[in-house]
C-alpha cells in the first residue's frame, strides 16, 4: 500500500508534464499587489536582469489586470501576430496594435485585425503581497 502511494506523484507528473515544476522559472516581482486597482487595466514595468558581464538590467512593460483579492493576470505587452509592442486605451477597454491593426479585449482576446490567438499571460503569483511573475513562462521569443 505505501509503495502504491509513493508512485502515485511520479505517475501524474509522468502523464502530465503541467504538474511537474519547471526547472527554469524566472520570478521577478512586478510590484506591491495593492498598487493595482481590482477591475483596472495598469501598465507596469519589470527589470529583467541581463545575463551580461556587466549584469545590468534592460525592463520589460506588462500589462496588470487584477481580477480579484488574489486573482490576477498579467499580458505579454507584446501582440500575438508579429510581436509589436500593444498599447492600453482605458476610453474603449480594448488593446490596439499600432502595426496591423490588431484589436483584443479586456481579456486578451483577439477582436479584428491579423492576430488569431489571445495575448500571452506571465505565470504569476503573490509573495508576502508583491506580485510576482515567471519571466520563463511565456513561449519563446516573446
Ligand atoms: S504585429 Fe500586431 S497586428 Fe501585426
Redesign the pocket.
Known sequence: MVGGAVGVPAVLSALSPSLKRREDENWQAVGPVEDFPLGEMKKAVVSVPRDDWARSLREKGVFVLRKGAEEVIVFSRN?T????P?TWDPGSEWFF?P????IFSKDGEPQA???KIPLYRYANRIREGFLEIDLNSLPPMI
Open positions: 501582440c501576430d508579429l510581436s509589436c500593444i496594435c502595426c496591423h491593426g490588431g485585425g491579423p492576430p
